[in-house]
């Protein structure tokens, strides 16, 4: 992801509360600005023809879309195969029709185009405002809307809310010249009007292991790391020069569960992914820290779910309707002891690495389980290998009394290898071996149907509820959930 942020420090506004309004930039500033731009526009075209997929977002001083020179390389960028979205933070106070032929022209792609707009009451009416966002939609640009927090401006934005579409996101600011805290009505309303608006109130510590894969570009070539931060001298550098991420262009582009979860592979532009269902790992998404051996029964001492993703999970289970279901390696009740604090807010999901396949039941629906069950003689042959490879056998079972899953439990600082596990396999006859498969975590060798996995679950809960694989965000941090994630689009 790149922010540009150009040297342009002039608005066609006039915000009493902005200083890029008290100045006028000059003809000469305005050539240096172009230049400087579509120069960055034609490095910018040569560098992403190497592998992977890239962003941009424009973030300037001023107001840049008045000014073609930024449609003509929007254009230019959006038209590059490796290049998802590129976009602008912008007042609207462009010409539409005219602003979008000049992207057209220059082989823009609209449904890449991405706009961060935000509302200034003192220079444009609700009405316009409104007005020039629908014109915007029909035309297919995807698009969020924003103001500032400012509580006498709260019936305004109300009012904002109602009279936009319906997909249009409406965020709230936490407003910095407030010289007071909000008061808890106001936290309410806010939170009313953005689901997310208690993202803003949060501290957010800075983390710049977060932000390796976003770089902010200035017009003079510097590169930091967002807005706020220092100058980085190499792509590694781990430093950052703040204590906290303070706005969202810092908080909401780093890289973690709650920012692709909520808002796509490029939250940036702070438009909501709105799944209709979520797929989340336990161990190490959901839950990060050590794991607990399966022997252990003092599962209160794990990690909880940390709380900024219990707060997204309960905005996107109740506030925006999404399913969520989990998708571990863990077994059904191991699962309900580790993640006791949001298990509410789910309505099933897959388990023991696929498994076991569990849907609780919605309105109008009943509740559906599926096990791959595994061949019974698997135990009896692994059963006597206890002590050659200093294991203990655990056999789950469902209650017709079918083994699903085993796993091969050493000592808690005792981990498997692969050739190990490679070793315990051989010694299951052929036909035996050819209908299981195993996975290796730390110091439990699980095994189960070849065709248990997480993705195969997925699928699954996917036909129950007629959702396509479009519509489902999910994720985990393993090899098994790079599968169950790749079944997703990224749009």
Known sequence: MIVYRGSLKSCNYHCSYCPFSKRRSTKKELEKDKEQWLFFVQNYEAAVRTEGK???LLAPYGEALIHPWYWEGLGRLSALSRVDAVGAQTNLGFQTTESLAIFLQNGGVLSRLRLWATFHPQMTTRKQFVAKCRQLVTKGVRMSVGAVGDPDAV???QLLREELPEQIYLWINRMDGLTRPYTAEEIRTFSQIDPYFYRELEEHPADVSQCLERVFAEADGKLRRCSIS???????????ARKRCSCYLAYGGRENLVNQMLF???PLFRIPRRPKAVFLDIQGTLVTGGRRSLDS?????CPDVAKDVQAALEVLSQREGAALFFATTLPYEDARK????????FSGGVF????????????EETEKEFFYLLNEETVSYLKPLEKKFHFRLLVYRNKEGHSYKLTLLRARHSHWSRNEAERVMQHLPKELQIGVRFLIEDSCLQIASVHAKKANGVRMICEWRNLSLKEIFAAGDSPEDAQMAALCSDS
């Open 54 to 56: 890239h962003a941009l």
């Open 155 to 157: 019936c305004q934005l």
């Open 230 to 240: 220092s100058v980085v001298k190499k792509k590694e550098d781990g430093s950052c």
């Open 264 to 266: 796509g592979p490029w």
């Open 297 to 301: 029964s003092d599962h209160l001492v």
């Open 338 to 345: 580790r993640c006791h604090d949001v298990w509410h807010l």
């Open 352 to 363: 023991s690495g696929g498994a076991h396949i569990v849907l609780h039941p919605a309105e």
